[in-house]
């Protein structure tokens, strides 16, 4: 079936450096997709998203970028921060019964030293 | 404004007990979610409902059920539990469709069975 996948589980990287999230989605027909961030002990948030007339969105210090051709999207912090330490999940917004549903990957945990 | 507000946030359930998990939302969404989460697992969808009155199941329904008889109220019954809906549920909200349809999280349950 369709699904939402995420290449890398856990991703630890240095305060102050970039951090790159990835996620590979297959179903070519989805136009929209959106990062979540879940921090321990709470539900996920939103973060950015992306429609699939656009190749690039850019927020307060993240930018997903979207490449339809290898249905590939990543998720770029900049300056990452220890409060940026959480759980990622890219999710796929699917079409059923009149509403658009979220359908989530994995997730990926980064973790940032300080 | 409280956003999606689940309760309980913690149960504990004998095998073949049932209970309902709450939810409510106050920002008019059209759409609602239940979702479960299992460890390294991402969320998957148990069902969710487009508009009040109406129900669909998703990747994981059995074992639940739900009703939406009011626009702002989810609820998620089990009918007798078991040790595999040991989990953190979460219950979401959204407009469903349009421009902005970014879910929004409630805190979870975590619900174990034994």
């Known amino acids: 079936g369709e699904s939402v996948g995420l290449h890398l589980p856990t991703l630890s990287v240095q305060e102050g450096d970039n951090s790159i999230i990835n996620c590979a989605y297959s179903?070519?027909?989805?136009?929209?997709f959106i990062w979540y961030k879940q921090e321990s002990g709470k539900g996920p948030q939103f973060i950015i998203d992306i429609r699939s007339n656009m190749d690039k969105r850019q927020g307060q210090r993240v930018t997903v970028l979207l490449n339809k051709t290898v249905k590939h999207l990543s998720l770029q912090i900049a300056a990452t921060q220890p409060g940026d330490s959480a759980v990622y999940f890219c999710?796929?917004?699917?079409?059923?019964?009149?509403?658009?549903?979220?359908?989530f990957g994995r997730g990926t945990s980064l973790i940032v030293h300080p | 404004n409280a956003g999606v507000t689940q309760t309980p946030k913690f149960q504990v359930l004998k095998t073949g007990q049932s209970m309902t998990l709450q939810c409510a939302q106050d920002m008019n969404h059209n759409s609602m979610y239940w979702y479960r989460q299992d460890p390294g697992m991402g969320l998957r969808l148990i069902y969710y409902?487009?508009?009040?009155?109406?129900?669909d199941k998703g990747e994981v329904p059995d074992g639940y059920n739900v009703s939406r008889l009011k626009k702002q109220n989810f609820l998620l019954g089990l009918e007798s539990a078991a040790p595999s809906q040991t989990s953190v549920y979460f219950c979401?909200?959204?407009?469903?469709?349009?421009?902005?349809?970014?879910?929004?999280f409630g805190q979870g349950t975590r619900l174990t069975v034994v």
């Open positions: 999710a796929e917004n699917g079409l059923g019964g009149g509403s658009y549903i979220p359908t």
């Open positions: 409902s487009a508009s009040e009155g109406t129900t």
């Open positions: 179903n070519s027909a989805s136009d929209y």
């Open positions: 979401a909200s959204s407009y469903g469709w349009g421009q902005n349809t970014e879910a929004f």
